[in-house]
């Protein structure tokens, strides 16, 4: 029973965080590139971050717990040992990416993004919405035994 109420806060929280960025790749960025006003998207970013981040922290807490559940304890992460071991691996890299970016995207990129100059960011949005839709199905296939 633990483990189903784990899961259902790790989709919801997975909800908000893809869905978020579905939602600023396919109604935002369009928007924001053809006007070429970069405030479009730091006024998306400042609105969404209260939740965006913490959905992201739910995803990393509840992503390990699951993971235990499962018997993919810390000492077996990237041996990619069985398909559910595998799954984690990759899940955790993509994590680790998504946070590198994260940190580049406050210290860097949005700090410097200019409307004649969205190409980084649009670069960075895209990214980061491939990545947390990889992670939707790499979770999706934990249900088959992995990969």
């Known amino acids: 029973m633990l483990h189903q109420i784990i899961l259902i806060f790790h989709l919801l929280a997975a909800t908000v965080w893809v869905g978020g960025h579905l939602f600023l790749t396919i109604r935002y960025l369009p928007e924001a590139l053809k006007k070429k ?3 479009i ?3 998306f970013k400042n609105k969404f971050e209260p939740v965006g981040l ?3 922290v739910i995803l990393l807490f509840s992503g390990i717990a699951m993971a235990y559940h499962y018997d993919v ?3 077996q992460w990237f041996s990619f040992s069985n398909g559910i071991e595998k799954i984690v691996s990759l899940k955790l890299l993509l994590l680790f990416i998504s946070v590198g970016m994260a940190i580049n995207a406050q210290l860097f990129v949005f700090p410097k993004v200019k409307s004649e100059h969205l190409l980084p960011v649009a ?3 895209v990214t980061i919405t491939f990545i947390g839709v990889a992670m939707l199905v790499l979770g999706s296939w934990v249900r088959i035994g992995g990969l």
Do not use: E, K, R
């Open 37 to 39: 006003d970069a405030s």
């Open 41 to 43: 998207l730091i006024n």
């Open 54 to 56: 913490p959905s992201l």
């Open 73 to 75: 304890t810390f000492t």
């Open 123 to 125: 670069v960075q949005i």
